[in-house]
């Protein structure tokens, strides 16, 4: 089946670790996201891709960064810069010449700094 | 001001309500307009797209989009414990970018 598989689910992490959250598309998708959500926030743009080798910062972008080596995959760091890191990480991917334009996302991920 | 608000609930109701769930927005350029529906724990999914103003309806589900008034609603009828979930806006001005969230409604349909 075609879809998102983002790793781990859960992950802890110690104060000044860098930590790195996996997502892969088989969608065919030219364009990955990653968003932060935290409890009655909007969803918030970290980082995205619109092509493989490329990507752009988002609206919080600092303490986090990526790589899009691979058009299915768009690997998130958190790095020990990002001043309060405990949140859920969604990725998400588009095809930007479909008709419709959505956004599919992946299950997830919840990262929690001891 | 926030781009786009959206009244963060919990909104609970019982089982075969009309449920009303709607959003603001600020940006008079947004022309895509989707609902989503996040259970707990997991990722959002997509209900609803529309382009520009209108309405749309699926099954027991009917968006409406308002831009004069900058305005969205996702209307759910005939609700049901299974409708329980937080539901996201979500726009944009350019076809398949640039993605602007609400914060999300959370609903409880009680049996």
């Known amino acids: 089946d075609g879809g998102i598989t983002q790793s781990p689910k859960y992950l802890f992490r110690k104060e000044g670790q860098n930590v790195t959250l996996s997502c892969e598309q088989n969608?065919?998708?030219?364009?990955m996201y990653w968003y932060r959500q935290d409890p009655g926030q909007g969803l918030r743009l970290i980082y995205y891709?619109?092509?493989?080798?490329?990507?752009q910062k988002g609206d919080i972008a600092e303490g986090y960064s990526v790589s899009r080596e691979k058009k299915e995959s768009f690997p998130l760091t958190v790095t020990s810069a990002q001043k309060n890191p405990t949140a859920f990480y969604l990725c998400?991917?588009?095809?930007?010449?479909?008709?419709?334009?959505?956004?599919?996302f992946g299950e997830g991920s919840r990262l929690t700094v001891l | 001001q926030k781009e786009v608000e959206q009244d963060p609930g919990p909104l609970s109701v019982p089982e075969g309500a009309i449920v009303s769930l709607n959003c603001t927005y600020s940006?008079?350029?947004?022309?895509?307009f989707m609902w989503y529906r996040q259970y707990s724990r997991k990722g959002p999914e997509l209900l609803m797209y529309?382009?520009?103003?209108g309405n749309k309806e699926d099954g027991r589900f009917t968006a409406q989009v308002d831009k004069s008034s900058k305005y969205i609603s996702l209307f759910i009828r005939d609700s049901q414990p299974s409708d329980s979930a937080t539901y996201l806006c979500?726009?944009?001005?350019?076809?398949?970018?640039?993605?602007?969230f609400g914060p999300g409604t959370r609903l409880s349909v009680l049996p």
């Open positions: 979500a726009m944009s001005e350019v076809y398949g970018q640039n993605f602007v």
């Open positions: 940006n008079s350029a947004f022309q895509y």
């Open positions: 969608l065919n998708h030219d364009a």
């Open positions: 891709s619109q092509i493989v080798n490329d990507f």
């Open positions: 998400a991917s588009s095809a930007r010449t479909d008709n419709t334009g959505e956004l599919f």
């Open positions: 529309t382009y520009s103003s």
